[in-house]
């Protein structure tokens, strides 16, 4: 005895949910949107610089106070931000480095074992990448910085790991 197959058809109502297609992006906003970020591009130096200045205090906090919980939040939410701002301020080398200690502080539950050495080594690469106008991570010295910064993290993090 054989029985026929039957096919349901279920619909996709995910496209309602979420408003259907993407329309095509105005070419007119990004071109404007480029044009105000190129007119505030001479600001990014400065606000670099108060960013790193941000995450000298947050070193010095811990210093000072210890690392503890709340002064090694403080510190990983500096370098999440320097993450995000570096290549938009032209130093695709600081979000790279600033990526690194991010990857070592991002897990609130072994962040407290992150050797202060390494923190100290990647804050002392940012500060130095700024004042020598360090930008691109293709530079000979910023690359090998940045790769050997990458390169103890993870056998900091295998080590935890394991």
């Known amino acids: 005895m054989s029985e026929k197959a039957q096919i349901i058809q279920i619909p ?8 259907g297609k993407l329309g095509a992006l105005d070419q007119a906003a990004i071109a404007k949107a480029e044009e105000a970020l190129t007119s505030l591009s001479d600001q990014f130096e400065g606000w670099l610089e108060e960013e790193v200045t941000k995450l000298e205090a947050a070193q010095e906090t811990i210093r000072r106070d210890g690392f503890t919980t709340h002064t090694a939040e403080a510190l990983y939410f500096r370098c999440h931000d320097l993450k995000g701002l570096g290549t938009t301020y032209g130093y695709p080398l600081i979000t790279r480095i600033a990526g690194s200690i991010c990857k070592m502080l991002d897990d609130e539950e072994i962040r407290m074992l992150s050797p202060k050495l390494l923190i100290d080594a990647h804050i002392d690469a940012i500060r130095a990448v700024v004042r020598g106008r360090i930008k691109e991570d293709t530079h000979p010295v910023g690359k090998t910085l940045a790769e050997t910064l990458e390169a103890r993290v993870l056998e900091h993090l295998d080590k935890i790991k394991n």
């Open 12 to 19: 996709n109502t995910l496209r309602a949910k979420v408003g």
